[in-house]
């Protein structure tokens, strides 16, 4: 564009201005006049976001436009004629205020106007000093009107600065406070009514046996809380509680189907538990000549289940060479380890525990390799630690 400020007069009287393509040009240059004219502050025309202006010259790198905003666009993306309206360098759309003049030029790259720099920011009144002035995006000479009258150091914490105001050491405000001091655990302190109070309750920390506990005899376990003192401290990440030890309060110890205190029993006197006390006893010798497994001596758990221990004897008859064969068996189902013996007429004992429930059939099942060698079963047993059920 040419700029205005600068004329050159030759010999004849002729006015020209620099260019700045750095060509002369004649002030009677139309795109001069053009220009000129475009300098005159115009009325926009259009809407607040499509602006039209008059533009009576070539647009070229640098054209200068200037007019008056008639709608505010609210920093909404705007056109002049067209072409985007861009702040200096950027994309983003300046903030254009109805009746503020602006100065715009043509960018032939970019095909877009950039308004001339001017004042920038996102400040607003309320961010800035009550009475201090400042500039922003949306117009210049805006007076600040945040009021920080209050911002002393009464009215400030202690150990607390804002703004370079320190708080003021003595500033608490208890005023809806209660506070008395045995209600507070020792070593902590607090103000009420702008005292001081240091706390005088005991502090127990996690300490929680109660040493002074009894029971009425119809289910009910007391335990006297002391009457003065705090529990502070989590015991294994939890609230302290009251405890009276007793290594006898166990669930093996309460019948089954009871409960006290939430401690479900499991005690069931008529279980069967495996021991040495013959329950059931069958010593008479039964000898199997078959060559697959056969039950050979059996009973039945007729009361209750639980564990027991099955003692058998196991030997050969007959002086054929083989091997004799035994396992216990459950409802027809081996359970228990297989017993061999080879050629021995003398008895070995086998013992070995199993769980059984009420109804279930323990049996001996023997066999033999050889038809002419027989496999002896004698002293069967059902042997247990308690005997309240009975076998048959």
Known sequence: MATKNIEIQDS?????????????????DSNVNATLSDMVYQTASGSATAITLAIKGTLVTGYPITFIASINNGGAATTINGKKLYKPGTTTSPNLIAGKAYTVWYNSISDCFFIKASAEGTALASDVRKNKTFSNDNDTGVVGGLDLSLLVPGNIRAGVTIDGVTGKSSVVDTDDAVLDANFLVQGYSGY???????????????????????????????????????????????????????DNFVSSNISKGKRIFGLTGTYDQLALIAGDTVLYSNTNQITTQGNSYTSVKSCKCNTSGGTIRVKFDLCTVGSSPGTAYARVYINGVAMGTIRSTQNNTTNTTYTEDFAVNVGDVVAIYAYTTNYYMGTCISNFKICVNNVFPYFG
């Open 12 to 28: 004849t009287g002729n006015i020209y201005y620099p260019h700045t393509d750095a060509s002369i040009v004649k002030f009677g």
């Open 192 to 246: 009420d009514d702008g005292i001081k109070k240091n706390g005088t309750l005991a502090d127990f920390g996690s300490l929680q046996n109660a040493t002074n506990t009894w029971t009425d005899g119809n289910g009910t376990l007391r335990a006297r809380i002391p009457s003065k003192g705090a529990f502070t401290d989590l015991v294994n990440g939890y609230l302290p509680e009251l405890n009276l030890f007793d």
